[in-house]
């Protein structure tokens, strides 16, 4: 009888022995993939151990998450790796060297092209005449200025849709770029999705892909059409994107300069660093304000040119709009940033060698989409894939965002399709008439 009670108790307690075991196992395993974790030198596991801690101490709230789990000397060595890497492009410069006295886009339907021997040639009409003087037709002058553009997938999509050359090769107008647009199946030379062309005013909209990231890229072949625009409450309040690019009568707008943002609470009103608006100035030079401060600013000049240079130097006197903003990625063709970075949402605003305005907004903080942003060495990779020259990046969070035709086209990474409201914003209005 006692044996046969007991047995219930024995199997009882052999459970709980088995539990314990299997839960110390596991405890046994999650330290030893935690030592592994932190002091292995394995190249990806050291890669994505220094983003992770950069990550979480270039956001405020969220610095606990490295300092708690983390080895303080660990942690203060890869922190001072990236402040080494800002600290040394101080004295990085645009120096365009022998440039135009004024850059004047070229024209789709201008017919005053060279010939262009590396266009696709597709019919009789289209091969160039064997004499230089003789302009190029408009679906070759349309190549040679979005070189960007495969032709092959370009041509099968005007197979395919003859709708959009009914006013001709020079007023292409696509547009696919709208959040919920899925993009056309035309592809860039670098095998990225096209999403929309406006052949009249010089754009191009294309989508960039990469792990654990996505985002848009808008090339303006006019960088004459190009500045910043400011909120009508500038130093008292900010406005949304989308008002400051209506407001402007603009057909792109991206965010331009940082802002006063207590607790994430900041109404988009006081700038943060420095800022010209067509000619107005607001704000401070932030180079000035702290002698240890390693701010860039980017100006555009009347060249119609733009111009990375330290915060603390003096404004040139041809600067029609300018921001601030903390981290140079390219300057002359030279990318300035290596390191392994935080993952953030991302704004840059750049200048090809071909004297093309450039913008990119990376989504992120998107866990449930499996968009978590990039790091500024992948954003200065995507700049120079299409022959970026000069580039800077500038606030990036849940600030980033583009506006085309009056729609985001990007997702703000608080979840918010308008963004949130700002200071200023880079705007590209088309010349009248």
Known sequence: MNTQANRPKKRGLSRLKSTVLVLMILLICGQLLYLFCVYSNIPFIKKWRNI?????????????????????DMVDEVVAARQAELDAQKGAETNWGDKPSNVIPSQISDGNNPTDSNVIITTEDDKPDSSPDKPLSAQQA???????????????????NPAVLDDGWENININEAALYDDGTDIRTTAGDQVLAIDAKNGILLIRVKGDGYRGVLAIVKDSSMVSIHASKGIGSYGSLCKDIAADAGALLATNA???????????????????????????????RADPYNNWKRMELHEDNLMYVVDSAQDVDPTTTDACEWNVALIVNGEKLVSGTWELHPRSAVGMSSNYEAMFLI????????GLLGTTATEVADILLRYDCA???????????IMVYHGEPVTMCSNGYETGRALPNAWVVVPPEG
């Open 52 to 72: 992770y801690i950069n990550t979480a101490m270039t956001t405020y709230t969220h610095q606990w998450l490295a300092t708690a789990l983390l080895p303080k």
């Open 142 to 160: 349309f190549f040679q200025r979005f070189d960007e553009i495969d032709q092959s997938s370009m041509l099968t999509y005007v197979n395919q």
């Open 257 to 287: 300069s940082a802002f006063y943002d207590p607790n994430g609470n900041g109404n988009g009103g006081t700038l943060v660093g420095y800022a010209v608006c067509e000619g107005e100035h607001y704000g401070y030079i932030a180079g």
């Open 362 to 369: 990376i989504e992120g903080r998107q866990p449930l989409k």
């Open 390 to 400: 000069q580039a800077m990046l500038q606030d990036g969070g849940s600030s980033a």
